[in-house]
């Protein structure tokens, strides 16, 4: 049962810190092969599952604070937040339709919404963390405003377990707006990002921009009214198939993403990139592209002329460009601070800095 | 096992005065140091003006270079260093340390870029948190968190606070609003972290700085998130016969889907309090008040306080006025803006506290803080930001009186305990640093603490950046004889108990 649950884990990762054997943490295992982790590697070692510890620990709707077992399926939470007319404003993605609380909080993959709603650590409030001892410890609170401490809760936003294991976690929640309508814009990316700035610069109902290598895509989500004025206002054709699309851009789902060669570039926002029309699909207001069908050694050169940063949504799951010398020694030495027998996750990427 | 209980290499500091100059002055400018106890006098205390130490020197580098340079004498000769803002902090994170230097970044404060596209802003450590907002007013733009003291506080302090302010529960604390930092490491080396893009590979270490009260880093540059400023506002004052049903009305807000921009609440004690010095036109009679705002768009903005009105009445409201125009607007304000020194005035000396707890708690707190308030025998305003329950209780005592300090320091730290214990936590945005640095092994465990040490260790392992605050040893602890339970294990059973 879960209390068992959680004392089992404890002692899988004590052990593994005193045989110094490796533990490979994962949720329902649904983004591995996203981040090039399909294959366990020789350094994976046992397998620790967190979906065995799972639950809503507490809810309570007028708190706007949500805490949650690691190992539930976020799709069950998000039935839970409904029922009260609330949801996760970032937008957690479902890879492969599964997908569990830990790991949304340890791969901090956001949706559609992030240049507007913030990513996973906006909205991560406390966490436990089992770190590489075996040790079960609580971060942060369940309270909207916590300064005591280090903030380790969202230190674990994007730490992929090699940390140690992610219990549970907090996490603020908002309603969810009263309606949401979709558009559709048949402009090539350049003029429609550039169109699109000013409902940025100016406070505006939208909460998402994509362009899809046909037409430029726009949600607006709030009050009736103010929809009702924004769609007068700029005259822009409604998007019928709208709700499905941004379902699919936000899971990752639909023919473009059926590929074995994605790519993901991260770019300041309202960056157009021509050599990627008709390779990508564009999201969060120029800032994120999905790609494929490019040279890798071309996708390099456009991170480095953007500035941005760039991962392999398959094989090995490398990225560009290589953490600096200085960030790489604070990894090593935060790495060693919470897993000092560097046991947990080993196989990803940050461990092996 | 970390090492936590040695006394930290850097506080054994025996370094004075004549010793320590020398070194500075063969490497800086004359102009960024100053030695002379007279000029060092300002930088005694910060905030929190109960707690005074001269540093041995203030330095206040011009650029990054000096910075660095400064940070490699400290390491090189184990000096500790203090890092400080404007000084505005409320939890002594920047007083002195014996035998150690100061280090001041007032004097980086140039607004470096501008980017009204991306609305971001690159800016150094110094510019002042509503320097921000008046440079990019006229874009139709404004950085967000709003600290009460945003007039002088620095961006640079805000983020080694995490500041919140007002507006945080629709809009965010500083670690939501910043998106990027270069900073210097205890080592000297420099390190840029995040920046345009909205992630980065890696570990997010941007979130880890903030807050982390100069533990950890050297901020030299900060780049800011702005945000378009709301066409619309509204603000409601209302009142309650009894504070029960105002902390009850907060929760109903909430609950209808409803995100105030600024939702604030007062007792009895503060309302006279404010209404004698500001003459905002608050009820001296009503036992609380709420300050509501909304923003947002103009039609949002218009359904949303027409839903509130409602609510309040229901809620048992005996009354509920709503600003007609922007004058009236800023009257509501000021008397919520001037209760700290409304009360400062009715009291010779107050001490100001900053738990915060679940919404849900708050007649739970207020029935706790009046019975402490009874049994310490001093008087306590309630000042607070009801939308995130974030208190500021307000402890008046008179300092020239005797144990009268003693005595709400003592009741002060009952009060952060009663938050814990309540699911709260002992600091909402002022931090920890010296002041509640015991109510810290309230709070967490032994095993917590020790990775906390483990964390900053991995920033600073010579422990030269703010030595001795916010983190307290497990020796302090036991000193301290906190009982934390923590899953139902004793607190601290590594420590002889004493």
Request: net charge negative; hydrophobic share 40%.
């Amino acid at each position: 049962m879960p209390e068992r649950s959680l004392s089992s884990l404890m002692e899988s990762v004590e052990a593994a810190y005193r045989l110094k054997k490796n533990v490979s943490i994962v949720g329902s295992g649904s983004k591995l092969s996203h981040f090039g982790l399909a294959q366990p590697g020789p350094d994976g070692g046992q397998l620790l599952s967190t979906l065995e510890h799972a639950g809503v620990i507490s809810y309570d709707p007028t708190e706007l604070v949500v805490r949650v077992k690691s190992g539930t399926l976020l799709s069950e939470l998000e039935l839970v937040l409904a029922e009260h007319h609330q949801r996760l404003a970032f937008e957690p993605p479902q890879l492969k339709g599964s997908g569990t609380v830990g790991g949304m909080l340890a791969t901090a993959m956001a949706g559609p919404s992030r240049p507007w709603a913030g990513g996973v650590r906006d909205y991560v409030l406390g966490a436990s963390l089992i770190n590489g001892k075996g040790e079960h410890l609580n971060f942060g609170g369940q309270v909207m405003k916590n300064v005591a401490g280090f903030d380790v809760s969202r230190l674990l936003a994007g730490s992929f377990g090699s940390l140690g294991l992610i219990t549970d976690v907090s996490l603020k929640v908002l309603p969810k707006p009263e309606s949401v309508r979709y558009f559709k814009v048949p402009q090539p990316p350049s003029e429609f990002l550039q169109q699109a700035q000013q409902w940025y610069v100016q406070m505006s109902p939208v909460s998402g921009l994509a362009h899809d290598g046909e037409y430029g895509r726009v949600r607006i989500g709030g009050y009736t009214k103010s929809l009702d004025e924004f769609s007068v206002v700029h005259k822009l054709a409604a998007d019928a198939d709208g709700e499905e699309f941004w379902h699919r851009l936000q899971h990752l789902k639909g023919p473009f993403f059926e590929t074995d060669e994605l790519w993901r570039l991260s770019v300041p926002l309202w960056t157009d990139v021509p050599e990627l029309h008709g390779h990508s699909m564009l999201d969060w207001a120029g800032a994120q592209y999905w790609v494929k069908g490019l040279a890798e050694r071309e996708l390099i050169r456009l991170a480095d002329q953007h500035r941005g940063s760039l991962y392999a949504c398959h094989g090995d799951g490398r990225f560009y460009p290589p953490l600096p010398d200085v960030t790489q020694d604070l990894h090593r030495r935060l790495k060693s601070a919470y897993d000092p027998a560097q046991v947990c996750n080993a196989d990803h990427w940050i461990s092996k800095i | 096992m970390t090492v936590v209980n040695q006394t930290p290499e850097a506080s054994r500091s025996v370094w004075t005065r004549e010793r320590a100059l020398p070194l500075f002055r063969n490497a800086l400018p004359e102009s960024v140091i100053v030695s002379s106890p007279e000029e060092l006098k300002p930088f005694e205390c910060d905030g929190l003006s109960v707690y005074r130490a001269l540093p041995l020197l203030v330095l206040l580098p011009e650029n990054r270079e000096q910075v660095v340079t400064i940070v490699n004498i400290c390491a090189q000769h184990h000096i500790p260093l203090v890092p400080r803002g404007a000084g505005t902090g409320l939890s002594g994170g920047a007083l002195a340390v014996e035998g150690g230097v100061m280090l001041t970044l007032s004097r980086m404060a140039k607004i470096l870029h501008i980017d009204k596209q991306k609305l971001i802003a690159k800016v150094q450590p110094g510019v002042r948190n509503l320097a921000i907002s008046e440079a990019v007013r006229e874009m139709g733009l404004y950085y967000a968190p709003d600290p009460s003291s945003q007039i002088a506080c620095s961006i640079g302090g805000n983020v080694a606070e995490n500041a919140g302010g007002v507006h945080c529960l629709k809009y965010g604390l500083t670690v939501n609003n910043v998106q990027g930092l270069e900073c210097v490491l205890a080592d000297g080396r420099v390190i840029s972290i995040g920046g345009e893009c909205l992630d980065a590979p890696g570990l997010d270490l941007l979130a880890v700085l903030h807050g982390s009260e100069g533990m950890l880093a050297l901020v030299t540059e900060v780049t800011v998130r702005l945000s378009p400023s709301p066409p619309a506002a509204r603000t409601m004052l209302v009142s309650f016969a009894e504070v029960g049903a105002a902390a009850k009305a907060v929760a109903s807000v909430i609950g209808a889907g409803i995100i105030p921009a600024g939702l604030e609440m007062m007792d009895q004690l503060a309302i006279r309090a404010a209404e004698d010095f500001a003459h905002a036109g608050y009820p001296r009679d009503a036992a609380a008040i709420l300050l509501c705002e909304v923003d947002g768009l103009p039609a949002d903005v218009e359904h949303e306080t027409s839903v509130l009105a409602g609510l309040f009445d229901k809620a048992g409201a005996t009354e509920v006025r709503i600003a007609k125009d922007d004058a009236e607007r800023q009257t509501f304000w000021a008397g919520r803006k001037s209760a700290f020194p409304a009360v400062g005035r009715i009291s010779p000396d107050y001490y100001c506290m900053d738990g915060t707890i679940p919404r849900c708690k708050l007649p739970d707190v207020l029935d706790g803080i009046a019975r402490l308030s009874r049994q310490f025998d001093l008087p306590v305003a309630n000042v607070f930001h009801a939308g995130d329950g974030n208190l500021h209780p307000l402890i008046l005592f008179d300092a020239n009186r005797k144990d009268e300090l003693e005595r709400a320091e003592a009741m002060g730290g009952r009060i952060l305990a009663l938050c814990v214990e309540l699911g709260g936590t002992i600091t909402g945005e002022h931090g920890v640093g010296l002041e509640k640095i015991n109510q810290m092994c309230v709070q967490f465990s032994s095993t917590e603490i020790e990775q906390f040490h483990a964390t900053k260790l991995a920033f600073d392992e010579r422990r030269i950046l703010n030595p001795n605050k916010n983190i307290p040893t497990l020796a302090r602890c036991a000193e301290f004889g906190a009982m934390h339970v923590h899953d139902g294990q004793l607190p601290h059973p590594d420590i002889e108990r004493f």
